[in-house]
């Protein structure tokens, strides 16, 4: 089969009781009736869930689900020098807000940002879990800034830090890192900017492998940029960037992929045996035996009910794929 | 001439007594005539509040409404609700999923607003929430296209539309939060809300929030809509200069405070920004009201920023002999 994957949040609380222990516990640590060690064991039991999940339905490369993330930006940046963390702010069209960063001085790494994190789902999963950090272009794109006033400069700075960062997570033992850059989505443009700042970290990730991925949208116009860039998998949205899987059905991809191509933003279920003879007309073109399967984005945007599911016909899609490693 | 009359956006915050009994009906342990007695409770005591501080243009409260677009959603046919997905931090949400042709099973919201009108002489607004954004908030199972969704959405919005019309509505607010999503579909959306306001004979505003005004707002005199109401207090303060060049050919209603704040904006630090507001538009033509509705506040909150709200709005009309 094809390997499958998936791109970073699952959702942290579902219908029943049990499901929604965390929610209960921030409405408890917001009162001030417990405190911060007990909320962190809260988010670790549903850590240890939602990996428990993923390796039940048997993905190959799984991910801690983010679930003591606040969003995607201000989980990453508030631990960054010169950042603080702001008002809400709307993240892309997913009727879902972050928290905005604010720069205000030379941002620097202070430290390790996602390694006890990391550590503590790599020791309760049975698959290799992936560290997914938010990638420099996207930090620059959607926080403020009052210092560099030059989104450039505020990248590169950005790049060296999550560098530190990815350095740090592989000497924890991580093999597998994403960098996440869903803004190249709504600034292709601005291409050559995302793709210096991988540069800088993939210097720094020592034998891991290295993931670009992209959602929201498409990156038709990209593809051949992202394809030279130094990650060791693209990952792509193939669902809202169906325009890409245009591109890639006519001129394939020179680089292994990580095929979006389960909606992670619709309840539809797709039929696992359509999505595999889909990918399968890509034989040839793609590497499939190097590339995964994955949902389109993270999995949060759905009720965990669905969520599930969807992992299930990911993972059904791939058996029924055939090739692979 | 009327000036600077003073509205709501839509929703208001729910007592802790009616979030205590939606709680105990979700688990079934209060009957539906319970919960209705004490949401009519609810609504009475909020449409009393605004008569009392002098609102022009009073809201019902949407005290029986849990999420806007679910709540719509449960009162059309072809969908189910999904489970819980999470908006930010610790807030949850369900949202629709369309599983089969949309079909109205009759009037949505109109009972409650005959109930709100017959509790005061003041003209309440009939509330809607628009088709892009019952669309965009809602899983399609069914249509496998969101511009067909929306129009869909569209007719059975006209529908009732026409609805609270008959029932008395002169004022037929359209919540398009989700307008600023995707600027390509702003087209799909002009067209949408222009099917649900078409040949409605009342009058009609579109409300929106949250969104970059800036990349939309060619779109503005676009808008098959009388009236615009939008969220200036929070970010839209700098928008200004830009309809000074650019003139707005509808209404206007200006939010002149934060419902993401806590901070109650003292009264003179609002009348500064109708000030600012009176540079731009004309009096009769402009509305003074919150930048989105006030449901997250708390009671006494939301009640202390429309106060001051509305004795600001009075301040400025004295100040220029506006009556």
């Not at chain 1, 791109?7 to 516990?25: H, K, M, N, W």
């Not at chain 1, 809260?42 to 679930?67: P, S, Y």
Request: aromatic letters at 8%.
């Amino acid at each position: 089969m094809v390997r499958t994957t998936v791109v970073g949040t699952y959702p942290r609380i579902g219908d029943t009781f049990e499901e929604q222990s965390l929610r209960r516990a921030i409405g408890r640590f917001d009162k001030g009736e417990i405190d911060a060690s007990q909320l962190q064991a809260a988010e670790r039991e549903v850590t240890k869930a939602v990996l428990r999940e993923q390796n039940d339905a048997g993905i190959d490369v799984v991910t801690d689900g983010q679930i003591s993330w606040y969003d995607s930006q201000s989980h990453i940046a508030r631990k960054i020098r010169s950042v603080e963390i702001t008002g809400l702010a709307r993240y892309f069209d997913t009727n879902t807000y972050y928290r905005q960063p604010l720069v205000s001085g030379p941002v620097a790494w202070d430290g390790p940002i996602l390694e006890d994190e990391w550590t503590f789902a790599q020791s309760v999963s049975t698959a290799p879990v992936k560290a997914v950090l938010t990638g420099p272009f996207t930090l620059a794109s959607l926080a403020l800034d009052t210092h560099y006033g030059n989104k450039e400069k505020l990248a590169a700075d950005l790049a060296s830090a999550l560098a530190e960062e990815t350095s740090a997570l592989v000497k924890a033992g991580a093999r597998h890192i994403q960098i996440d850059e869903p803004a190249l989505t709504l600034h292709p443009k601005e291409v050559r900017l995302a793709l210096e700042g991988l540069e800088t970290i993939a210097a720094r990730r020592g034998s891991a492998t290295l993931t670009l991925f992209t959602y929201f949208g498409e990156v038709s116009k990209i593809l051949k940029d992202l394809e030279s860039s130094p990650a060791d998998l693209l990952g792509l949205d193939l669902v809202q960037g169906a325009k890409t899987w245009d591109v890639l059905a006519k001129s394939g991809s020179d680089k292994p992929l990580v095929l979006g191509v389960i909606d992670a933003r619709n309840t539809g279920r797709e039929d696992p045996k359509d999505v595999a003879k889909r990918v399968l007309t890509l034989d040839g073109k793609v590497d499939l035996r190097s590339s995964y399967l994955s949902p389109s984005n993270g999995l949060e945007f759905l009720p965990r009910d669905k969520a599930r599911e969807k992992l299930r016909i990911l993972v059904d899609a791939a058996k029924h794929a055939g090739v692979g490693p | 001439m009327t000036a600077l009359l003073t509205t709501s956006v839509g929703s208001l915050p729910k007592p802790e007594y009616l979030i205590r009994a939606r709680a105990k009906a979700s688990k079934g342990d209060l009957s539906r005539d319970e919960l209705r007695t004490l949401e009519e409770k609810a609504t009475a005591d909020w449409i009393r509040f605004q008569d009392e501080i002098g609102i022009d243009i009073p809201v019902d409260g949407e005290q029986y409404r849990g999420d806007m677009a679910t709540y719509f959603a449960e009162n059309i046919r072809g969908t189910v609700i999904s489970g819980l997905v999470r908006s930010y931090g610790n807030r949850y949400y369900k949202k629709p999923i369309i599983t089969d042709e949309l079909r109205l099973n009759g009037p949505i919201s109109v009972d409650w607003f005959r109930f709100a009108q017959g509790l005061t002489s003041k003209p309440v607004k009939g509330m809607i929430t628009g088709p892009y954004t019952m669309m965009d908030w809602s899983f399609d199972e069914y249509y496998g296209s969101r511009e067909e969704t929306c129009l869909a959405f569209a007719r059975l919005l006209h529908e009732e539309a026409v609805a609270l019309r008959q029932a008395g509505a002169k004022i037929i607010q359209v919540d398009e939060p989700a307008l600023s999503t995707r600027f390509e579909e702003l087209p799909l959306l002009v067209k949408a809300v222009g099917i649900v306001t078409k040949g409605l004979g009342t009058k009609t505003i579109l409300h929106t929030c949250y969104g970059n005004y800036d990349a939309i707002f060619e779109y503005f005199n676009k808008l098959p809509v009388d009236q615009l109401d939008l969220e200036m207090s929070n970010s839209g303060l700098d928008l200004l200069e830009r309809f000074k060049r650019e003139p707005l050919t509808k209404e206007i209603a200006f939010g002149v405070v934060d419902v993401h704040s806590h901070v109650v904006e003292p009264v003179d630090l609002i009348r500064e920004r109708i000030e600012k507001a009176l540079t731009i538009f004309e009096p009769d033509r402009l509305y003074i009201d919150p930048d989105c509705g006030l449901k997250t506040r708390t009671v006494e909150e939301a009640q202390a920023k429309l106060r001051n709200m509305v004795a600001a709005a009075k301040a400025v009309r004295q100040a220029h002999r506006l009556t």
